[in-house]
């Protein structure tokens, strides 16, 4: 019986291990080993004065490779439920001001949010790409430099906390259309909108899955037990843990961040992979969760009209603020929070900075700057706020290619896989655990 040795219990390897556990029962044994006292990784739930407070993913596609059968085997297609149609619009702030995301072409040449010369940079011919591109580059060759500078640097710093003109277009583009639709070759198409179509959680938040999987996997996962080296054997490898003892494998899936990847492996790997994996950069963002009184924010933000709000760099900038976009969770579902209330949850920091400043100060500043962006009446309660360091992976230009090159050097270590260094997203995790679950069954 081939052996399986897992490290993460994140999304992706939750999902993988139960695949394989489920999928390959008899023939392939899994152990998964997670070093923190709960699975899920960056998805994490809180229920606070009856708020539902997202500190990670808000949302998944309901299109997500192999989802749909994981709510069923876990028992929770009841409480899997798509989002409002709030979240397929969205406001951006542009010449200080909100303009509604447009619905067509004719509304976006009503809406005021590009000059005449923005409009018609949306009819450029697309050409070709010179080499690897940014995304902001990618976006300003098919539809103009304005649409570039507003709409999609605005969803880039809502996406990644990144700035569109740092980032790898060939890497970004499908976790864009991951969370928006087809993102520029259809944002304008016949007058439909495809933004956020499919986006679904749970009735009680999006840690309901990883619990529910972990719940499932029963003694195959092993909470508080960290990896601490992984080394090549004659036959298989030797995953060593940090209380001392070790387990022997055929086959390591590494499912954490990068860099601990690269030092767990060590010199097994590549040195020009590990500087891959070393390299790739985090952004440390604070989540913040607002709320106030309905008639205490204007009707942009009150149910019916409410939608995320993106922030592009440019108005950032202008405005001297690190928020990276703000989303009205209740306009999305209205059941994760108080009737009457308008809860914000506010995403501030990645490349905008602020990750040094102390975090009682920085919720502070972000509230303040929320409250004045959004032409708040009066300052919203802080409910809770966070820090998530290293959270969102920055892919910069080029990142596409690397990761190529990094399936090739992973060939002097057969028997070892790497996720989680493609596009970003919990689709593209799903996606690439299946792949990789069908992989290890042949």
Do not use: Y
């Not at 992706?12 to 556990?21: M, N, Y």
């Not at 492996?265 to 009184?293: K, N, Q, S, Y």
Request: charged residues 20%.
């Amino acid at each position: 019986m081939k052996r399986v040795v897992v490290v993460g219990a994140g999304l992706g390897g939750l999902v993988l291990a139960h695949r394989l556990r489920r999928d390959a029962a008899g023939r392939v044994e899994v152990v998964l080993l997670e070093r923190a006292g709960r699975a899920g990784g960056a998805v994490r739930s809180e229920w606070l004065d009856g708020v539902l407070c997202e500190h990670g993913p808000l949302t998944i596609p309901g299109d997500a490779p192999g989802l749909r059968a994981l709510v069923d085997e876990t028992g929770l297609a009841r409480a899997f439920r798509p989002a409002a149609e709030a979240a397929q619009r969205r406001w951006v702030l542009g010449r200080g001001r909100l303009h509604g995301f447009p619905a067509g072409r004719g509304a976006l040449f009503a809406s005021g949010m590009l000059s005449v010369r923005g409009l018609l940079g949306l009819d450029r011919a697309a050409g070709a790409p010179a080499g690897d591109e940014t995304l902001r580059d990618h976006a300003a060759r098919r539809a103009g430099r304005q649409f570039a500078d507003t709409l999609v640097d605005g969803l880039a710093a809502e996406a990644f906390g990144g700035e569109a003109a740092a980032l790898d277009a060939a890497t970004c583009v499908p976790a864009l259309r991951e969370r928006t639709g087809r993102l520029l070759d259809a944002v304008l198409p016949d007058g439909r909108q495809t933004l956020h179509a499919g986006l679904h959680s749970f009735d009680l938040g999006m840690q309901v899955l990883p619990d529910a999987l972990a719940a499932a996997l029963g003694p195959v996962l092993r909470l508080r037990t960290g990896a601490r080296a992984v080394r090549k054997q004659a036959a298989g490898w030797t995953v060593a843990l940090q209380g001392g003892d070790a387990l022997v494998a055929d086959h390591v899936v590494l499912a954490t961040p990068p860099a601990e990847a690269a030092a767990l492996l060590g010199p097994a790997l590549r040195d020009d992979a590990a500087r891959f994996l070393r390299g790739i950069p985090h952004a440390t963002v604070d989540v913040l969760h607002l709320v106030l009184p309905e008639a205490d924010v204007p009707g942009v933000l009150r149910l019916g009209t409410a939608a995320p709000v993106l922030v592009p760099g440019a108005e950032a900038r202008a405005a001297g603020t690190t928020v990276l976009g703000v989303t009205p969770t209740r306009a999305l579902f209205p059941h994760h929070g108080p009737r009457d209330t308008v809860v914000l949850r506010a995403l501030a920091g990645g490349a905008r900075g602020g990750a040094e400043e102390p975090l009682d100060e920085a919720l502070r500043r972000a509230t303040d700057e929320v409250t004045l962006l959004l032409g708040l009446r009066k300052a919203p309660r802080l409910l809770h706020g966070t820090r998530c360091r290293q959270a969102l992976p920055q892919r910069a230009p080029g990142h596409a290619h690397s990761a190529e090159a990094l399936q090739g050097a992973l060939v002097a270590c057969p028997g070892v896989s790497v996720m989680g260094v493609g596009p970003p997203g919990l689709g593209e995790a799903l996606r690439e655990a299946g792949a990789l679950a069908r992989t290890l069954m042949t």
